[in-house]
């Protein structure tokens, strides 16, 4: 019943900045931990980076450090990904889920999933 959509990806320059959304609704939004994943053609999912059901705690996978940041407004019921400085290797489809627990990086932890929204950057 509950689902996630997200937004704002598209074609940008190395170096250029990016603001993803993801919306969820039909589920308690609070009750979740929020993480993005990616996944490029030929490669596996991987996780990006994760935050706690209050936005209190937050872990991020080495290769969102210091460029990404996650964030998550509860009355929304959104979740953001603000990424910085991108690179030609961050071109994947970014994916949002809600997540049981602080399993962030656990992708069989997740209740939700969004379809994706595509980002691409170019060299």
């Known amino acids: 019943q509950g689902q996630l959509v997200e937004s704002g990806g598209g074609l940008v320059q190395a170096g250029g900045s990016l603001r993803l959304s993801c919306v969820a609704s039909?589920?308690?939004?609070?009750?979740?931990?929020m993480s993005w994943f990616r996944q490029a053609p030929g490669k596996e999912r991987e996780f990006v980076v994760g935050?706690?059901?209050?936005?209190?705690?937050?872990d991020y996978a080495d290769l969102a450090k210091g460029r990404f940041t996650i964030s998550r407004d509860n009355a929304k019921n959104t979740v953001y990904l603000q990424m910085n400085s991108l690179k030609p290797e961050d071109t994947a489809l970014y994916y949002c889920?809600?997540?049981?627990?602080?399993?962030?990086?656990?992708?069989?932890?997740?209740?939700?999933w969004g379809q994706g929204t595509q980002v691409t950057v170019s060299s």
């Open positions: 889920a809600a997540v049981r627990g602080l399993y962030y990086s656990d992708a069989s932890a997740s209740d939700y």
């Open positions: 039909g589920f308690t939004f609070d009750d979740y931990a």
């Open positions: 935050i706690s059901w209050s936005g209190g705690s937050t």
